[in-house]
């Protein structure tokens, strides 16, 4: 996700992914809306308390700049201010005001009306310890971890080959056998 301007948000910070490795409220908003517009206290409130706490608050609009920042600073928007197009369609919804909770490994951990986000789902997102990825497991400065998929592959077609084998219903059947020895026929009597 590419923010085509923004407004009150730390230098260099264009993308969503630019704020990877840490907690990212990101709420979808527009001037024309009226909850919208009621939830620019709490917003700033969220901002004031969480963001020295270490979570990143970003609102998005995707209407003209020209609309934005008039409103922005008409309603005194403390917090990061972004323009995008498309946001909320990338979560599955298209109604506003809509917010996600992203937590430090990109994960989207709650979604909802900003107005519903409580203070202990803040918490435990902050106080979450990431996952830091494998330095050994990742393919940089040339490695290659080919032989890893190689294996993995292996293993899930031999575990594919032998569940046929062990379970699939014509081996299980019981089967009369192909060929029975019958004694031969008595010679006939004459």
Request: with cysteine.
């Amino acid at each position: 996700l590419v923010f085509e301007q923004t407004w009150n948000a730390p230098a260099g910070k264009n993308r969503l992914s630019d704020y990877g490795g840490s907690v990212v409220l990101l709420e979808c908003w527009a001037t024309w809306c009226g909850p919208c517009r009621d939830m620019v206290p709490h917003m700033n409130e969220l901002n004031s308390v969480y963001m020295p706490q270490g979570l990143n608050i970003i609102s998005v609009s995707n209407e003209p700049a020209a609309t934005i920042e008039p409103f922005m600073k008409q309603n005194r928007m403390e917090y990061p201010i972004a323009r995008a197009q498309g946001v909320t369609g990338l979560y599955g919804t298209n109604s506003i005001p809509f917010a996600v909770l992203i937590n430090a490994v990109g994960t989207v951990i709650w979604k909802g009306h900003p107005g519903n986000l409580n203070s202990g789902i803040i918490q435990s997102a902050l106080q979450a310890t990431p996952v830091a990825p494998n330095p050994s497991s990742s393919s940089q400065g040339g490695e290659s971890n080919w032989w890893v998929w190689l294996l993995a592959w292996a293993g899930i077609l031999f575990g594919g080959s032998v569940r046929w084998f062990v379970w699939t219903p014509r081996d299980r059947t019981p089967r009369r056998p192909a060929t029975v020895w019958r004694p031969p026929p008595p010679p006939p009597h004459r």
